[in-house]
């Protein structure tokens, strides 16, 4: 059976918001307005049993209700939405700050009130998204990790990577069949069995950007091409990237 | 009228063509609308202030997931 071209695998769509999440956003501006003039309706409408002085007092309270939609219109959805929902909120408050309040400048009091819910739903917006690009990249490094471990399980040679402090970061299980569990050990102990970083060791110019290669002769007889180069690892650091080949046997 | 009139008329008109131009792009890059016209939600949202715009996005929520 042939392989797939990689250009005929279809990647699964993005995934979208469900729709109810809009249907809440508008759910709460509506909730929000018909609460903002719940006065005036009830006024209308004659239920008398409702008209509390609450409803008729200075509506700074009432508006900071309108923050809940904005911030989760940022939060969801993004600025767009955040500066969308902060027009309709000005324009909701502009009828009752030139008809209805009572109150000493209700139009400068409800400008400033915008201003800070609008600047609040951005900076939810931003730092939302930012957020979520942080655990896409995160996401994407972690699928990258694995495939290179993938790629390094299947090698014959023996790889090794070794960080600046020589302890040893990871190990392909080729390498672990010649040598042994090695992670967390130390280079020089794992490889050489010595208590201390060997007299020649490569690893400081490797780290400082050269590729090395020496050969590496057991006293069972085995030798194997050794070459080592830096690698970045997934933190930042600088290690050094050692691939294991055997050329000779052990002695029988 | 006094200048806080004329001021907060200002406001308005410019806050309702802001609203008004994001919805009519959404509107104008959208297939399908409720009703199949797009031309009477133009006129609902240009001549309808504030409650025409409510209308819309109330009937295409939609308008929202753009940025994904």
């Known amino acids: 059976m042939d ?5 005929q695998i279809s990647l699964p769509a993005p995934i979208r918001h469900d729709a109810y999440r809009g249907y ?7 909730f929000c307005i018909l609460f903002y003039y719940l006065g005036e309706i009830i006024d209308l409408a004659g239920w008398e049993a409702l008209r509390w ?5 200075v509506h700074d309270v009432h508006r900071l209700l309108f923050m809940a ?5 940022g939060y969801v959805f993004g600025v767009r939405a ?4 902060t027009i309709i ?3 909701t408050f502009l009828p009752r700050a030139l008809f209805i309040s009572p109150f000493p400048d209700p139009l400068i009091r409800m400008v400033i009130f915008t201003i800070i819910a609008g600047g609040l739903g951005y900076l939810t917006a931003t730092a939302h998204q930012e957020w979520r690009r942080c655990c896409q990249l995160e996401a994407r490094l972690l699928a990258e990790k694995a495939a290179m471990l993938t790629m390094l399980e299947a090698m014959t040679d023996g790889v090794v990577v070794i960080g600046p402090d020589y302890k040893i970061r990871l190990a392909n299980p080729s390498m672990v069949n010649h040598f042994g569990e090695g992670v967390g050990a130390y280079c020089y102990q794992y490889l050489y069995q010595r208590d201390k970083p060997c007299r020649n060791c490569k690893m400081p110019g490797v780290i400082a950007g050269t590729t090395e290669g020496w050969q590496y002769h057991f006293p069972d007889g085995r030798t194997y091409d050794v070459l080592a ?10 290690c050094q990237l050692t691939t294991f080949r055997q050329i000779k046997p052990a002695k029988s | 009228m006094d200048l806080e009139w004329y001021l907060a008329l200002l406001l308005f008109g410019i806050l309702h063509i802001v609203l008004a131009l994001m919805l009519l792009q959404d509107l104008a890059g959208r297939n399908k609308v409720i009703g199949g016209h797009k031309a009477p939600w133009a006129i609902l949202i240009i001549f309808i202030t504030f409650i025409g715009s409510l209308l819309y996005l109330v009937c295409h929520p939609q308008i929202f997931y753009g940025e994904e």
């Not at chain 1, 002085?53 to 007092?57: A, C, D, H, S, V």
Request: hydrophobic share 55%; charged share 10%.
């Open chain 1, 24 to 30: 809440i956003l508008l759910s709460m501006l509506v």
């Open chain 1, 69 to 73: 939609p904005i911030v989760y219109a």
């Open chain 1, 53 to 57: 002085g609450f409803l008729y007092g």
């Open chain 1, 89 to 91: 909120a000005l324009m």
């Open chain 1, 82 to 85: 955040a500066m969308m929902i």
């Open chain 1, 3 to 7: 392989k797939p071209d990689a250009s």
């Open chain 1, 229 to 238: 180069s830096p690698y970045v690892d997934l933190d930042g650091t600088i």
